[in-house]
């Protein structure tokens, strides 16, 4: 199984996923042509892909949605309450399916479980996807408030985390936004500090976990170099030697083959037993 963000901020999320004939994309959060340019950066087929899945309302998850669908009929997966405040992107040609926090649902060999989290959208929800064949789950938890006990259960035992790191407290304090945007963003339904990402993902540490990809980083309020001092220097206290790395907004990151990921590190992480 693989996994790739396209990018990932607060000016677009997306999340490609490629298992042996399945392909699907978590949030839609850049235009059409710009995801299709970095997906073929990538070396993937726009064509190719089997499913958009949705994960909340926001701009910066749905941005592509109505044009990608019309263009390449990729049907779209999201939640009703994401649908109903959505409507205006979709002209009703688009094949649109709905879901549900808490029913996993099939896409080809990819199982889909959301499960929903708290953040200042209609009906925001995480998902995990599990492919069969390899016994691989990816965990993708880019827009959080704060991480509740439901939202660690979901991510437990996952190969490979997509978790964000969105800004850093000091930076949020002396950035560029007003007050009342600061508090929103720093809020129980905002995003997750840089250390309260670091918290999360040492909560979420085990042997089998090989990678930890940081996103959702702010421009204005973090750096990447920061967010990866930050939740590095927690991981590795722990014991932690897998893959960390941070998404950036403009490029997209390397396609990581999570199983080659598994066997370069995942004997060094016993530790962690
Ligand atoms: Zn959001
Ligand atoms: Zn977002």
Redesign the pocket.
């Known amino acids: 199984m693989k996994v790739a963000m396209l990018g990932s901020g607060s000016r677009g999320n997306a999340t490609i996923l490629v298992g042996e004939e399945t392909r699907i994309l978590v949030d839609a959060g850049f235009s059409a042509r710009q995801m299709a340019r970095r997906l073929e950066v990538l070396g993937i087929e726009p064509e190719s892909l089997d499913a958009i899945v949705v994960t ?1 309302d ?1 701009g ?2 749905t941005r592509g949605i109505g044009v990608w669908a019309r263009r390449y009929g990729t049907p779209v997966y999201l939640t009703e309450p994401t649908r109903a405040v959505c409507a205006g992107l979709f002209r009703g040609r688009e094949e649109v399916r709905s879901y549900q926090a808490g029913r996993p649902f099939r896409i080809g060999e990819f199982r889909v479980d959301p499960f929903l989290t708290v ?1 200042d ?1 209609a009906d ?1 929800v995480a998902v995990t996807v599990y492919r069969e064949g390899c016994g691989t789950r990816v965990g993708i938890a880019t ?1 959080l408030g704060r991480p509740t006990a439901g939202i660690r259960h979901s991510l437990a035992g996952c190969d490979f985390l997509i978790l964000e790191a969105n800004h850093d407290e000091r930076m949020l304090r002396s950035g560029p936004y007003p007050v009342s945007v600061q508090a929103r963003i720093a809020s129980s339904h905002g995003h997750l500090s840089n250390h309260a990402a670091a918290d999360f993902a040492r909560e979420l540490l085990h042997p089998r976990l090989a990678g930890i990809l940081l996103a959702h980083l702010s421009a204005e309020c973090n750096r990447p170099e920061l967010a990866l001092d930050v939740v590095g220097g927690v991981l590795r206290k722990k014991g932690y030697q897998g893959y960390l790395a941070a998404a950036g907004q403009d490029e997209p990151t390397e396609l990581l083959v999570i199983e080659e990921l598994r066997e370069r590190y995942g004997p060094g992480q016993l530790s962690l037993l």
């Open positions: 909340h926001h910066d998850h953040h959208a925001p827009d």
